[in-house]
Structure formats: C-alpha cells, structure tokens
C-alpha cells in the first residue's frame, strides 16, 4: 500500500468522524487516579499495561510525551515520531491481524481506526483495545490525552501536557491581531480535497482569524470536501498551505505550474505555505509546532 493510498484511507476516516453523533470521544469514565482495574471508555484495564501496541501516529505521540515509550512494542507503519517511534516493530494499520497483533503479547492496544472486527476479536482473547475517533474540536483532543493519561495510570502527566499545550496554543492565538478573517486553501492531496473551518485544524486556523475558502463548497457540510481548480481560482484565497508535501511531492514551484495558479494573490505575494504532512496530519503534542508555523506565515503576510 502506497503512502498516499494510506493517506486516503485515513481520510476516510477523518469524514466518518466528522459524521458521527457529536464527533467527541466519551471520557466520562476515564479515571483522575492511576489505580488498577479500571475501566477508560467503557474498557476495563485489569493492571497498569506494560506492553502497548499502538496503531495509530497521534497516540504513539502522546503516549510518548506522557512517559509510556519504554512501554511500547509495537507502532503503525506511520509512527515515526519522536525517533525512538521509528524503530519499534512495526504494524500494518489498515491491515490489522488479529493473531499478529496478539502474538505480541500486548496488555493494551490503541487503535485509530478499526479494519474490520479487530476490536472485538482481542477483546475475546482478554486484550484491553481503546479505540479513538479523530477529533472534532480541539477539546476532544484533551479528552484523549487525558483518557490515555488515566489508562496508563499517567493521569497527572496527562494533565501537565494538556496544560502546556493549551497554554502555547493560548499564546499563539493572542499573538495574532483581530480584524477581517483572512481566507486560506488547506491541500490535502493533490485531488483538491481539503477541510472547512468547522473542522479541528479548521479550529486551530481560526484560532489565528484564518477562514477556509471551503466553507462555501456544496459538500462542505462533511468537513473535508473536494475542490475544483475552478473554484480554489475563483476564491482567490489570501494563503495556500500545502500538506501534501510528504506524500505527494507538492512544492511552492510545482504549485505555481498548475494552470491558472499563477494567477493567485498568495502564489504572486509567497504566501504560498509548505507543511509536514505529519505534523499537520496528527493531534498529539505537534499540534503546537503546526500552529507555530501557521502563525509566522501570518505575520510574514501582515508584514
């Protein structure tokens, strides 16, 4: 499976979770105190794991920034962050095995995404699976720290990190002046698809008064609709911020080649903004080094 056909999956992913009931992640049972067993979103978690499978990049991030890397055996294909993610034994996210997966003796799993029945199949063999949604809101972000936090018996490192990370992000914010929001294109891939500001980077962007051209499209009501080269044109929006760096080799250059992109204020001004894809594609403790970026193109364009 190619990077960017991973990337299209989780996609998929990302609309089923802006679809559902309330796009949050229920925390109400995750515990304030590390005591054993204990039940974090309706799973019990019989001791304090000491083998964790994680199947998803944003979790290995926070699972690292809590203090569980020594903790950790086994990551996604896409868990490259921090370093010491890039060398644990690697897993096929999209292509779970249930008898794989067990066969690494694991007393916790964390999965972003579920294939098909791997949920249920360890949970029959007594193995403890949190399964997160990707976030709707920033404030479900907290929810998964803190949950994971609780799930580790790590509650005070959990809450520590989310506080620092609400105190940079707070800081960020206020770093920006008010006036008229300032439009912008998140590319997602090269296909135009892209996210509208009622999304959760639509959120941080709008923390920093960025409005997404997306939310006039037809179909911006999923939170991720596909463009056209027509429309993104006609929007002229005011930046572009590729996040298709990674995956599908975009560049300011390459951009700026595309018929009629030329034409746009933010490929004629350079406020045409390049993004680690990994960095803008997970909700774990990066989320302060993407907003960074954001807000020092903001100032530059202010400039």
Not at 176 to 200: C, K, R
Not at 225 to 239: G, R, S, V
Not at 254 to 279: F, I, M, N, T, Y
Request: with cysteine; charged share 20%; hydrophobic share 45%.
């Amino acid at each position: 499976m190619t990077r960017r056909s991973c990337w299209a999956l989780l996609a998929l992913s990302l609309m089923a979770s802006a679809c559902g009931a309330d796009g949050g992640v229920d925390t109400t049972s995750a515990p304030a105190a590390p005591d054993f067993p204990t039940i974090v979103l309706g799973v019990e978690i019989p001791s304090r794991p000491e083998r964790i499978v994680s199947a998803s990049a944003s979790h290995t991030e926070i699972l690292y920034a809590i203090g569980a890397g020594e903790g950790i055996v086994a990551t996604d294909l896409f868990s490259d962050y921090p370093p010491e993610a890039a060398s644990t034994e690697k897993i096929d996210a999209f292509n779970l095995n249930v008898e794989a997966v067990a066969a690494l003796e694991p007393d916790l799993v964390i999965l972003g995404f579920d294939p098909g029945d791997v949920t249920a199949g360890l949970a029959t063999l007594g193995i403890p699976v949190l399964l997160f949604d990707a976030p709707a809101a920033l404030v479900d972000v907290w929810n998964q720290v803190e949950a994971l936090g609780a799930a580790i018996g790590r509650p005070e490192e959990a809450a520590t990190l989310t506080a620092d990370m609400q105190a940079s992000i707070d800081e960020l914010a206020g770093s920006v002046g008010g006036g008229e929001p300032t439009s912008y294109y998140h590319e997602l891939d090269p296909t135009y698809f892209t996210i509208t500001s009622e999304t959760f980077l639509g959120e941080l962007y709008g923390l920093l008064g960025l409005r997404s051209i997306a939310d006039e499209a037809s179909d911006a009501g999923f939170g991720y609709p596909q463009l056209n080269a027509e429309f993104i044109i006609d929007a002229d929006p005011d930046f572009v911020f590729l996040a298709d760096t990674l995956c599908c080799g975009a560049t300011v250059d390459s951009l700026a080649e595309r018929p009629g992109w030329d034409s746009l204020s933010a490929v004629a001004d350079g406020r045409v903004v390049v993004l680690d894809d990994s960095v803008a594609s997970r909700w774990g403790p990066r989320i302060v080094e993407f907003l960074e970026t954001v807000a020092e193109a903001v100032w530059e364009g202010a400039g």
